[in-house]
């Protein structure tokens, strides 16, 4: 029998949007468990470590984000097809965590003038996060694939999951960044999630 899967996590993008990425690309049915703020109480003890997002695979319950995507990219094929791909996999995926580690503190600063200065930080790691990225792309085949070998992989998911930053604070891509955009966005089923999935906060 196949395994059934479902995520868990709040009505938002958040840590859970590259595991929906992932099924979504996989074309793998799951449940998009979304629980509400208020009921996050009741819900919190039910969960390992108390925290989401959590993935249940059959009747077996996974945290932590990072471990989950990884867990799903390998199960659905999109982690490399040798030992070097899937290290290669990585450097893009801590790239992208090492992106959201330096938006972190802006959006969670409440002082307004500590904010700007904290987004001017932001402003100047952007570029230096884009050349990171098609420096890698630039590698792989001349640019005009994807990261990581000769198909989609989580390097890519997780790529596209940061431009929801891009877009949130008006940020413009490189051209061949732009163009890596278009051509995982064309994919039919990520296009086609893009299309139906629910609007929600960043």
């Not at 989950?68 to 965590?97: H, P, Q, W």
């Not at 085949?141 to 198909?151: I, K, T």
């Amino acid at each position: 029998m196949p395994s059934t899967y479902k995520i868990y996590y709040f009505n938002a993008k958040g840590r859970a949007e590259v595991s929906r990425l992932i099924f979504a690309a996989s074309g793998i049915k799951y449940e998009d468990v979304r629980i509400e703020g208020p009921d996050w109480p009741k819900t919190k003890p039910t969960m390992p470590q108390e925290a989401m997002p959590v993935l249940e695979v059959d009747v077996k319950k996974i945290p932590q984000s990072r471990a989950i995507e990884r867990f799903l990219a390998r199960e659905f094929g999109l982690y490399g097809k040798t030992n070097m791909e899937s290290c290669c996999v990585d450097v893009i995926y801590e790239t992208v965590n090492d992106f959201f580690e330096s938006l972190r503190p802006v959006m969670f600063e409440k002082d307004e003038a500590k904010k700007a200065e904290l987004m001017k930080k932001f402003h100047e790691h952007v570029p230096v996060y884009m050349k990171r990225i098609e420096d890698r792309l630039s590698q792989n085949g001349g640019g005009n694939g994807f990261l990581v070998g000769p198909s989609l992989t989580l390097a890519d998911l997780t790529f596209l999951r940061s431009l929801d930053a891009f877009d949130k604070f008006g940020l413009k891509l490189t051209d061949k960044l732009e163009a890596l955009r278009k051509r995982i966005e064309s994919l039919p089923r990520i296009q086609e999630y893009l299309k139906s999935r629910p609007v929600t906060e960043f």
